[in-house]
C-alpha cells in the first residue's frame, strides 16, 4: 500500500512510528521500498554521503532532481520527500515553488523538505497551495550551519526551547504535514510532539517522536570516521563491502575468478576450425 500524507497521519494518531531513511539511488531506493520502510528522504545530505562535500551547502536543484529521479524509480510504496537545497527556496516565494513544483514534476516527489520556522512560512504556504505536501525542519538545520557555528545541538536554553515550540506551531499551520526534529534533546522534542497534530520524525531528537529516520550510510555502518551521538549502526555493510572488494581482488589476481561456472560455452568444431584458421 503506498504511503501518503494521509497514512502518516494516521500513523501518528493510531501510535504505529514511522520509519523513513535517506537513499539517493534507484537500488538503494527498491531495498528499503521492498523492506517496507514508510518514507524516503532524498536528503541533502547527499552532498556529503554522495558527492564528498564537506557540507549539504554546494548542492544544487539538478543534484535534487537527478537523485531524487532515480530513487522515484525505485520506490513504489514509500512517500518520497526530496530536499529543497540550500537557496533554492530562501530568496524569494516564487522561486521556492518553481523549485519544490521542479522536485515533483522531474524528480518524482510526493512532497518536499525545507528547513526553517517561522522564516519559511510564507514559502510553505505558497507550496501547499500549489498542491505539494511540504515536510519542515527544525533544530540543528544542517543549512545553517555557518550561523550556528558548527552542528551544534539546538533548544538547549529555555529561550531557544520556546522559540523551536514556536516554530513547529506556525510550520504547522502554515500547512506542513510533518516536521523533521534535529539534534535536540529528547524532552523537548516530546513536548513538540504532543503539541502538534502533524507527525514529528526524529534524528538525534529521542524516542517521544512519532517517528525516526536517519542517513542510510550511518545507520548501516558504511561510513568512517567521526559518527553522531544520535546514529546506531544497525550492520556493518561497510565490513561486507571491504571483504567482497578484497576477495575480488585476491581471485582474480590468482585466476580463481572468472570460474567454469561464470564463463560461456562453445561448440568446440567451432573452436577447433578457428584455431586452424590461425595457424
Ligand atoms: O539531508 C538529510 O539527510 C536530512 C536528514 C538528516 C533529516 O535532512
Do not use: W
Not at 44 to 60: A, R
Not at 99 to 124: H, M, P, T, Y
Not at 233 to 260: C, H, Q, V, W
Amino acid at each position: 500500500m503506498k504511503n501518503t500524507v494521509s497514512t502518516l497521519l494516521k500513523q501518528k494518531q493510531s501510535g504505529d512510528k514511522i520509519t523513513m531513511l535517506t537513499a539517493y539511488d534507484y537500488t538503494t531506493a527498491k531495498i528499503m521500498d521492498e523492506c517496507g520502510v514508510n518514507a524516503i528522504l532524498i536528503g541533502d545530505s547527499l552532498g556529503m554521503v554522495m558527492l564528498g562535500y564537506e557540507n549539504t551547502l554546494p548542492v544544487t536543484m539538478e543534484d535534487m532532481i537527478h537523485h531524487t529521479a532515480a530513487v522515484s524509480r525505485g520506490a513504489v510504496n514509500t512517500f518520497i520527500v526530496a530536499d529543497m537545497p540550500f537557496m533554492s527556496y530562501q530568496v524569494s516565494v516564487q522561486e521556492a515553488v518553481i523549485n519544490a513544483g521542479r522536485l515533483v514534476k522531474e524528480g518524482g516527489a510526493n512532497a518536499v523538505k525545507l528547513e526553517g520556522g517561522a522564516e519559511v512560512c510564507e514559502q510553505i504556504k505558497a507550496i501547499v497551495n500549489a498542491s505539494i505536501p511540504v515536510v519542515a525542519h527544525l533544530g540543528l538545520t544542517p543549512q545553517s550551519v555557518n550561523a550556528f557555528g558548527g552542528f551544534k545541538v539546538q533548544g538547549k536554553s529555555y529561550d531557544k526551547a520556546k522559540k523551536l515550540i514556536e516554530d513547529a506551531l506556525l510550520i504547522q499551520e502554515a500547512g506542513a504535514c510533518a516536521v523533521v526534529l534535529e539534534g535536540i534533546p529528547a524532552k523537548l522534542a516530546e513536548i513538540i510532539t504532543k503539541k502538534l497534530f502533524i507527525p514529528t520524525i526524529g534524528i538525534g531528537a529521542g524516542n517521544g517522536c512519532d517517528g525516526q529516520v536517519l542517513v542510510y550510510q550511518d545507520m548501516l555502518g558504511l561510513t568512517t570516521g567521526h559518527t553522531a551521538k544520535f546514529v546506531k549502526r544497525f550492520a556493518e555493510a561497510g565490513e561486507l563491502m571491504r571483504k567482497g572488494i578484497n576477495d575480488y581482488i585476491s581471485e582474480t589476481k590468482s585466476g580463481a575468478f572468472p570460474a567454469e561456472e561464470h564463463t560461456y560455452a562453445v561448440d568446440e568444431e567451432i573452436i577447433s576450425q578457428l584455431l586452424k584458421e590461425c595457424e
